[in-house]
Nanobody, 126 residues
Framework: QVQLVESGGGVVQAGGSLRLSCAASGRTFSTYAMAWFRQVPGKERDFVAAISRSGGRTSYGDSVKGRFTVSRENAENTVYLQMNSLKPEDTAVYYC???????????????????WGQGTQVTVSS
C-alpha cells in the first residue's frame, strides 16, 4: 500500500505557472504508475496526466497538452506536475493517484487507480 501527499497548490494569475508535487510513502514507489486528476465541485474527476513506472512514457488530457508536464523522481518517491500558461478553467482540486497493476498501457481513467492523495487546490485568477 502507498500513501500520497500533494503539495504546491495555490493562487496564480492567468498565464502563470505552478509546480505540484506528490510525495509517496514506502520503498516500492517505482512499481506504481502515477497520475494527476482534477475536480471542480459538481463535476467528474478528470484525467490530467500520467507517467509510467520508469518515467519513460507519459499521457496527457487534451485540455493540458503542451502546457503541463508530468515527471517523476523514483529515488525521491515523488511525482511532479509542472503547469504553465495556466488558465482560469484550470482551477480545480488536483489529486495524485497511484496504479499498482501491471498494464501494457498507461491508465487514464479514475477507476484504474487504487490509491489517492487528499488533493491540493489550484486557483487561477483572470
Amino acid at each position: 500500500q502507498v500513501q500520497l501527499v500533494e503539495s504546491g497548490g495555490g493562487v496564480v494569475q492567468a498565464g502563470g505557472s505552478l509546480r505540484l508535487s506528490c510525495a509517496a510513502s514506502g520503498r516500492t514507489f517505482s512499481t506504481y504508475a502515477m497520475a494527476w486528476f482534477r475536480q471542480v465541485p459538481g463535476k467528474e474527476r478528470d484525467f490530467v496526466a500520467a507517467i509510467s513506472r520508469s518515467g519513460g512514457r507519459t499521457s496527457y488530457g487534451d485540455s493540458v497538452k503542451g502546457r503541463f508536464t508530468v515527471s517523476r523522481e523514483n529515488a525521491e518517491n515523488t511525482v511532479y506536475l509542472q503547469m504553465n500558461s495556466l488558465k482560469p478553467e484550470d482551477t480545480a482540486v488536483y489529486y495524485c493517484a497511484a496504479d499498482a497493476y501491471t498494464r501494457v498501457y498507461i491508465a487514464t481513467t479514475r477507476r484504474e487507480y487504487q490509491y489517492w492523495g487528499q488533493g491540493t487546490q489550484v486557483t487561477v485568477s483572470s
